[in-house]
C-alpha cells in the first residue's frame, strides 16, 4: 500500500515540471508558434532558481527568478523567432544550445567545480509530499483550458494560430499576441525548471533538464494542443519514469528501457494516426509577416 | 553617385565571393572568440594561444596528437552536419541526426556482434553499410510520417531520438553484452575490426595519435554530396524544392519522392557518422548511454554556419571540431568549462539568422 502511495507521489513529482512546461508550450502552440528551445528554457529556469534561492534564502524569490529567466530566455526566441520571422525550429536549437552553454558557463564560475555539493533552501513540501509547483501545476490545468476556450483573449490566441491573416484583418496584432504567448510559455518553463530544483532537489548540475523539454513537446503534441490532453499525457510520462525507479528498488527485473521508450512510440502512434484530424493549430510554425 | 562597380563585378566572381564570404566568417567567428574570452576574464591573446595549441599544436614540440584529436573529432560532426543539410535543404527541419547516429552504431554492433567469426575487412565493410541502412530507414519513418500521415518532423525525429537511446540501452545492456562483461557497454570489437591508425607513432614523439581511416571517409562524402547536390537532377529538384515549395510542385517535381529520399540520404550520413564513432574509438565498445555526445545535436548549428552547402559543412565542422579540442585545452588550463563553446556556436548562428532576416526585410521594403 504504502509502495502504491509513493509511487503516485512519485509519478507527479515526475510528472509536474513536465505538465508546467507543456502547458506553457500549449499556450504558444495554439498561437502557431513552435518552441523547440522549451529544453533550454527549462535548464535556464533551474538554474536560475538555485541561484536566486541560494542569494535571497528563499525559495520563493528562487521561483520567481526561475520565472524572469524563462521569460529573458523567451525575449530571445521573440526577437528571433517571431519579429525577425526566421526559422522558428532554428531558434529553438540555438537556444537550446545557448542555455547548455551559459548556465554550464555561469555554475562553474559561481559553484566552482564542486557546485554538486551545494544545496539550496528548497521549497516546504505542502501534502502528500509535494511541493508547492506540483500543486500549481494541476491547478493551472483548469484554468489555461478556461483561458483557451472560454475568454476572449483566448479566442484571439487560438485565432492567431490558425489564420493569422483574417485574425490581423479582425484587428488582432499577430506579433504581439505570439510574443505575449512565448513570454508566458517562457515564464512556465522557467518555473518547471525551478520544480526540478528548489521543488525537488535543490541543487544545479549541467544539463540537469535532462531532455524533459523534449518530452514535453511530446506532451503537447500527444495531448492534442488540448490542456486536459496534456495533464493526461504528463501522467503517463511520469507514471513511466516512476515505474522504473520503483521497480528497480523493488529488485523487479523489468526491461526498464523498453518501458521509457514506450510513451515515445505511443506519442508516435497517436500523430500518426491523429495528425490530419485537424486538431493541430493550422498555420503552426509558419512565420508571420506584417503585410 | 553610385559606389564603385569593380568590387561589385569581383563579388560575382563565385571562387571570390565565397572567399570574401569566408574571409568575413573567419574574422566574425574570431572577433566572436575574443569576446567570450574576456567575458571569461581570460586574456585574449592567451586564450587564442591555449584555443590553437589545443587544436593544431604548437612548433615547439612538433606533435602531432592535436591535429589528429582535431580531424577524429571534425569528422563525425562533418558527416552529422552533411545529413542535416541535405534533409534542411529539401525543407525537412530534422533534428533526428543523433538518434541516427545511435540507431547506426546499434547496427554496426549488431552485424559485428552477427558476423564475429568472418574475416575482419568483409566485417568492417558489412558494419559501415548496415550504419548506413539502419540510420536510413530510422530517418525515412520521420519522412514517412511528414508525406504520407502529416506529422511534423521536429516532433517525430524527437521522439525517434529518444526511442533510439531506449533500444540502444535496451540491446546493450542485454543480449549484445556476453556473460561476465559487467561494464554499461558492448563487448569489444576484435581489433583487426577497428580502422587503422594512419600516423605512425614514431611520427609523433612515439605517441599514439587517433588519426583513422574513416576520418578519410567522412571528409570524403563533403564532395560527393557537393556532386549530389550541384551535378545530378534530384539535387537540382531538390535545391528547387527547399528554395520555394509551390515553384517546386508548379514544375511537377515530385516533392513527396524527393523529401523521402533527401531524408534516407540524410539518415545514411548520420548512420555512417554512429559506424565512424564506433569503429575510430579505443576498444570499439558501444556504451549503453551517451554514444556518440552530442554530435547530432551540434551538427545543427554546424551545418547552418556552412550555409547548408556541402563544403561550408566541411570548414565549419573543421573549425569547431578545432575550437571543440581546443576548448579542452582551455578547460584543463584554466578551469573554464568546455560547454562554452555552446554560446559560441548558438551567438554565430543568431548572428547568421539574424542579418539574414533583415536583409530579407530591408529587400521587401525597397520592392
Request: proline share 5%; charged share 10%.
Given at each position: 500500500?504504502?509502495?502504491?502511495?509513493?509511487?503516485?507521489?512519485?509519478?507527479?513529482?515526475?510528472?509536474?515540471?513536465?505538465?508546467?512546461?507543456?502547458?506553457?508550450?500549449?499556450?504558444?502552440?495554439?498561437?502557431?508558434?513552435?518552441?523547440?528551445g522549451l529544453e533550454g528554457m527549462i535548464l535556464t529556469g533551474a538554474l536560475a532558481a538555485v541561484l536566486g534561492s541560494q542569494f535571497t534564502h528563499s525559495a520563493i524569490a528562487g521561483v520567481g527568478s526561475a520565472a524572469i529567466a524563462g521569460i529573458l530566455v523567451a525575449v530571445v526566441f521573440i526577437v528571433f523567432a517571431i519579429r525577425l520571422a526566421a526559422n522558428q525550429v532554428v531558434v529553438g536549437v540555438v537556444i537550446n544550445l545557448m542555455a547548455l552553454g551559459i548556465t554550464g558557463t555561469v555554475s562553474r564560475a559561481v559553484f566552482g567545480n564542486q557546485h554538486t555539493f551545494v544545496?539550496?533552501?528548497?521549497?516546504?513540501?505542502?501534502?502528500?509530499?509535494?511541493?508547492?509547483?506540483?500543486?500549481?501545476?494541476?491547478?493551472?490545468?483548469?484554468?489555461?483550458?478556461?483561458?483557451?476556450?472560454?475568454?476572449?483573449?483566448?479566442?484571439?490566441?487560438?485565432?492567431?494560430?490558425?489564420?493569422?491573416?483574417?485574425?490581423?484583418?479582425?484587428?488582432?496584432?499577430?506579433?504581439?499576441?505570439?510574443?505575449?504567448?512565448?513570454?508566458?510559455?517562457?515564464?512556465?518553463?522557467?518555473?518547471?525548471?525551478?520544480?526540478?530544483?528548489?521543488?525537488?532537489?535543490?541543487?544545479?548540475?549541467?544539463?540537469?533538464?535532462?531532455?524533459r523539454g523534449f518530452i514535453a513537446l511530446a506532451i503537447v503534441t500527444s495531448g492534442r494542443w488540448n490542456p486536459y490532453g496534456c495533464l493526461a499525457a504528463a501522467?503517463?510520462?511520469g507514471a513511466a519514469e516512476e515505474l522504473e525507479i520503483q521497480g528497480q528498488a523493488l529488485g523487479l527485473h523489468l526491461p526498464h528501457d523498453i518501458l521509457l521508450a514506450l510513451p515515445y512510440v505511443v506519442t508516435l502512434v497517436i500523430?500518426?494516426?491523429?495528425?490530419?484530424?485537424?486538431?493541430?493549430?493550422?498555420?503552426?510554425?509558419?512565420?508571420?509577416?506584417?503585410? | 553617385m553610385k559606389s564603385s562597380p569593380i568590387p561589385r563585378m569581383a563579388l560575382q566572381n563565385p571562387v571570390l565571393r565565397i572567399a570574401a564570404q569566408s574571409a568575413g566568417a573567419i574574422a566574425c567567428l574570431l572577433l566572436l572568440l575574443v569576446i567570450t574570452l574576456v567575458g571569461l576574464r581570460i586574456a585574449p591573446g592567451e586564450g587564442l594561444h591555449q584555443l590553437w595549441t589545443g587544436a593544431v599544436g604548437s612548433a615547439e614540440d612538433g606533435r602531432l596528437y592535436p591535429i589528429s584529436a582535431t580531424l577524429?573529432?571534425?569528422?563525425?560532426?562533418?558527416?552529422?552536419?552533411?545529413?542535416?543539410?541535405?534533409?534542411?535543404?529539401?525543407?525537412?527541419?530534422?533534428?533526428?541526426?543523433?538518434?541516427?547516429?545511435?540507431?547506426?552504431?546499434?547496427?554496426?554492433?549488431?552485424?559485428?556482434?552477427?558476423?564475429?567469426?568472418?574475416?575482419?575487412?568483409?566485417?568492417?565493410?558489412?558494419?559501415?553499410?548496415?550504419?548506413?541502412?539502419?540510420?536510413?530507414?530510422?530517418?525515412?519513418?520521420?519522412?514517412?510520417?511528414?508525406?504520407?500521415?502529416?506529422?511534423?518532423?521536429?516532433?517525430?525525429?524527437?521522439?525517434?531520438?529518444?526511442?533510439?537511446?531506449?533500444?540502444?540501452?535496451?540491446?546493450?545492456?542485454?543480449?549484445?553484452?556476453?556473460?561476465?562483461?559487467?561494464?554499461?557497454?558492448?563487448?569489444?570489437?576484435?581489433?583487426?575490426?577497428?580502422?587503422?591508425?594512419?600516423?605512425?607513432?614514431?611520427?609523433?614523439?612515439?605517441?599514439?595519435?587517433?588519426l583513422h581511416t574513416g576520418v578519410l571517409l567522412a571528409l570524403l562524402a563533403a564532395p560527393i554530396m557537393w556532386v549530389f547536390q550541384f551535378r545530378t537532377r534530384s539535387g537540382f529538384n531538390l535545391r528547387i524544392l527547399g528554395a520555394n515549395p509551390n515553384a517546386a510542385r508548379v514544375a511537377g517535381i515530385h516533392t513527396e519522392y524527393l523529401q523521402l529520399l533527401a531524408m534516407a540520404v540524410s539518415g545514411a550520413l548520420a548512420g555512417l557518422a554512429g559506424a565512424i564513432i564506433l569503429l575510430g574509438s579505443t576498444t570499439g565498445s558501444?556504451?549503453?548511454?551517451?554514444?556518440?555526445?552530442t554530435s547530432?545535436?551540434?551538427?545543427?548549428?554546424?551545418?547552418?554556419?556552412?550555409?547548408?552547402?556541402?563544403?561550408?559543412?566541411?570548414?565549419?565542422?573543421?573549425?569547431?571540431?578545432?575550437?571543440?579540442?581546443?576548448?579542452?585545452?582551455?578547460?584543463?588550463?584554466?578551469?573554464?568549462?568546455?560547454?562554452?563553446?555552446?554560446?559560441?556556436?548558438?551567438?554565430?548562428?543568431?548572428?547568421?539568422?539574424?542579418?539574414?532576416?533583415?536583409k530579407e526585410r530591408s529587400e521587401e521594403a525597397g520592392t
Open positions: 500500500m504504502s509502495v502504491t502511495i509513493g509511487a503516485i507521489q512519485g509519478t507527479l513529482t515526475m510528472a509536474a515540471p513536465l505538465l508546467l512546461a507543456s502547458l506553457g508550450e500549449t499556450v504558444l502552440q495554439r498561437s502557431g508558434v513552435v518552441n523547440v544545496t539550496v533552501t528548497g521549497l516546504p513540501h505542502l501534502i502528500a509530499n509535494q511541493s508547492i509547483l506540483s500543486i500549481l501545476a494541476i491547478v493551472a490545468v483548469p484554468l489555461v483550458s478556461y483561458w483557451i476556450y472560454h475568454t476572449r483573449a483566448g479566442l484571439e490566441l487560438r485565432a492567431v494560430g490558425e489564420q493569422p491573416s483574417a485574425a490581423a484583418a479582425s484587428g488582432a496584432d499577430v506579433l504581439r499576441i505570439r510574443s505575449l504567448a512565448a513570454m508566458a510559455c517562457g515564464a512556465m518553463a522557467g518555473i518547471a525548471g525551478a520544480c526540478i530544483t528548489v521543488g525537488d532537489v535543490p541543487t544545479f548540475q549541467e544539463n540537469m533538464s535532462g531532455g501522467l503517463i510520462f500523430l500518426a494516426a491523429g495528425a490530419r484530424s485537424g486538431k493541430s493549430p493550422a498555420s503552426l510554425g509558419l512565420p508571420y509577416r506584417k503585410p | 577524429v573529432e571534425t569528422a563525425p560532426l562533418l558527416l552529422a552536419a552533411l545529413s542535416v543539410g541535405i534533409a534542411w535543404r529539401s525543407g525537412m527541419f530534422s533534428i533526428g541526426a543523433q538518434g541516427q547516429i545511435l540507431i547506426g552504431g546499434l547496427c554496426a554492433t549488431i552485424s559485428a556482434h552477427v558476423l564475429k567469426n568472418l574475416a575482419p575487412q568483409f566485417v568492417c565493410t558489412v558494419m559501415l553499410i548496415s550504419a548506413m541502412g539502419g540510420g536510413s530507414l530510422w530517418s525515412f519513418i520521420a519522412a514517412w510520417l511528414k508525406v504520407k500521415r502529416g506529422v511534423q518532423e521536429v516532433i517525430s525525429t524527437i521522439m525517434l531520438n529518444y526511442i533510439a537511446i531506449h533500444v540502444v540501452g535496451w540491446l546493450v545492456l542485454g543480449p549484445l553484452r556476453a556473460q561476465g562483461n559487467y561494464l554499461a557497454e558492448s563487448d569489444p570489437l576484435p581489433p583487426g575490426v577497428m580502422f587503422a591508425r594512419l600516423i605512425p607513432a614514431a611520427w609523433s614523439d612515439h605517441i599514439q595519435t587517433t558501444l556504451p549503453s548511454v551517451s554514444f556518440g555526445g547530432g545535436f551540434t551538427a545543427i548549428p554546424v551545418a547552418l554556419l556552412g550555409g547548408l552547402h556541402p563544403i561550408g559543412a566541411l570548414l565549419s565542422a573543421l573549425f569547431f571540431g578545432g575550437l571543440t579540442q581546443g576548448c579542452r585545452n582551455l578547460e584543463q588550463n584554466t578551469g573554464v568549462s568546455s560547454v562554452v563553446i555552446y554560446v559560441i556556436q548558438a551567438a554565430a548562428v543568431l548572428a547568421v539568422v539574424g542579418i539574414r532576416a533583415m
